[in-house]
Nanobody
Framework: VQLVESGGGLVQAGGSLRLSCVAS????????MAWFRRAPGKEREFVAV????????RYEDSVKGRFTISRDNAKNTMYLQMNSLKLEDTAVYYC??????????????????WGQGTQVTVSS
């Protein structure tokens, strides 16, 4: 499966952005999907994950209540709605895909497919 992210940009603290990840090549609904991010000088970290049907999600603690992950299997697209953005949310955001399994996986090493990333910059 090929993944392409979009929707990043420059936003002031407190603002909102919606990231999209469009998948092609295989049946999108066969995959659990996730968002990760890499801030300058840091390792790639988990942000949010959604199972193949969209019925189960999990979030990293710092984004709970601010970010919402969702998917539209008819459009082969996953989203990340980011509200109340903070300076520390500045990072390159990546979407990842792995064959659906029982239980949500938050370890980036378990994801076989990645997009190229989209930059999110939050300014003060």
């Amino acid at each position: 499966v090929q993944l392409v992210e979009s929707g990043g940009g420059l936003v002031q603290a407190g603002g909102s952005l919606r990231l999209s990840c469009v998948a092609s090549g295989r049946t999108f609904s066969s995959y659990d999907m996730a968002w990760f991010r890499r801030a300058p000088g840091k390792e790639r970290e988990f942000v949010a994950v959604i199972n193949w049907s969209g019925g189960s999600t999990r979030y990293e603690d710092s984004v709970k209540g601010r970010f919402t992950i969702s998917r539209d299997n008819a459009k082969n697209t996953m989203y990340l709605q980011m509200n109340s953005l903070k300076l520390e949310d500045t990072a390159v955001y990546y979407c990842g895909a792995r064959i659906a399994s029982i239980g949500l996986v938050m370890d980036n090493k378990m994801y076989a497919h990645w997009g190229q990333g989209t930059q999110v910059t939050v300014s003060s």
